[in-house]
């Protein structure tokens, strides 16, 4: 399949296999246009992927929510002592910086962590991209800590970062649907490790989903 074949399903609110680089994570992650998402796509991503289900969002989005790194939140933090900041992780093992924020949950979700709560909670991130008011809204709806990890992706997308992060956001923005994706990486339960991109790419074939190679996308993007 292409990376047209990839464009067309999310903007069907269908899946994604989204693979980095060997140099990377060197994981697979599935990837789903967060405006579409629904109970049965966190379900799915529980059940055939298994890892931690983000929400990445673009990075002007995420300036005009006033949200910043986590490493540089508790880096900042006063609660922190000295001690403690020796635990934050400024660079991953694969060379790069993380990209989490803080966790959120929709201010009607009881629990947060449900398929219909974490749907919810994702959806209505998506529908805030559109408002006016995106902050004010933002703060009004959402409550921290909560079940959804917010990804944050560095300004410039890939020219900046290669990771999973923002090639989702990039995609997203390649089929000009919101630049707001949900991610998990897919986990491999016999070998209590990351699925192998043959055995990712196996299961993209059997499901008919895009299998998206990470070097072919950044390819494009010099390109383009």
Same mark, same amino acid.
Do not use: W
């Given at each position: 399949m292409?990376?047209?074949?990839?464009i067309?399903?999310?903007?069907?609110?269908?899946?994604?296999?989204?693979?980095?680089?060997?140099?990377?994570e060197n994981?697979? $992650?599935?990837v789903?246009a967060?405006? /579409?998402v +629904?109970?049965? =796509?966190?379900?799915?991503?529980?059940?055939?992927?298994?890892?931690?289900?983000?929400?990445?969002? $673009?990075s002007s989005f995420a300036k005009s929510?006033?949200?910043?790194y986590? =490493?540089?939140?508790l880096?900042?933090?006063?609660?922190?002592?000295a001690?403690?900041?020796?635990?934050?992780?400024?660079?991953?093992?694969?060379?790069?910086h993380?990209?989490?924020s803080?966790?959120?949950?929709? *201010?009607?979700t009881?629990t947060?962590? +449900? $398929?219909l709560d974490?749907?919810?909670?994702? *959806? !209505?991130?998506?529908?805030?991209?559109?408002?006016?008011?995106? *902050?004010? !809204?933002?703060?009004a709806? /959402?409550k921290?800590p909560?079940?959804?990890?917010?990804?944050l992706a560095?300004s410039?997308?890939?020219?900046s970062?290669?990771?999973?992060?923002e090639?989702?956001?990039?995609?997203?923005e390649?089929?000009k649907?919101?630049?707001? +994706?949900?991610?998990? !990486?897919?986990? $491999?339960?016999?070998?209590?490790?990351?699925?192998?991109?043959?055995?990712?790419?196996? /299961?993209a074939?059997?499901?008919?989903?895009p /299998?998206?190679?990470?070097? !072919?996308?950044?390819e494009?993007?010099?390109?383009r």
């Open positions: 292409s990376l047209d074949d990839a067309t399903s999310l903007k069907r609110g269908e899946f994604v296999l989204l693979y980095d680089s060997g140099g990377r994981e697979v $992650d599935m789903v967060a405006q /579409f +629904t109970p049965e =796509h966190i379900a799915r991503m529980r059940q055939n992927a298994g890892g931690l289900i983000c929400l990445a969002i $673009d929510l006033n949200l910043q986590m =490493h540089n939140i880096s900042k933090s006063s609660d922190f002592d001690d403690s900041r020796q635990m934050i992780m400024g660079t991953a093992p694969y060379g790069d993380p990209t989490f803080i966790s959120i949950n929709h *201010k009607k009881f947060g962590i +449900t $398929d974490r749907a919810l909670t994702i *959806k !209505e991130m998506a529908n805030l991209y559109g408002s006016d008011d995106q *902050k004010k !809204e933002f703060t709806s /959402f921290t909560g079940h959804v990890p917010l990804l560095s410039g997308l890939l020219a970062r290669q990771g999973h992060t090639m989702s956001v990039y995609m997203a390649l089929a649907l919101v630049p707001v +994706t949900a991610i998990c !990486e897919m986990m $491999d339960s016999q070998t209590y490790s990351a699925l192998t991109v043959e055995k990712a790419q196996k /299961f074939k059997e499901n008919a989903i /299998f998206v190679d990470g070097k !072919e996308l950044l494009f993007s010099k390109v």
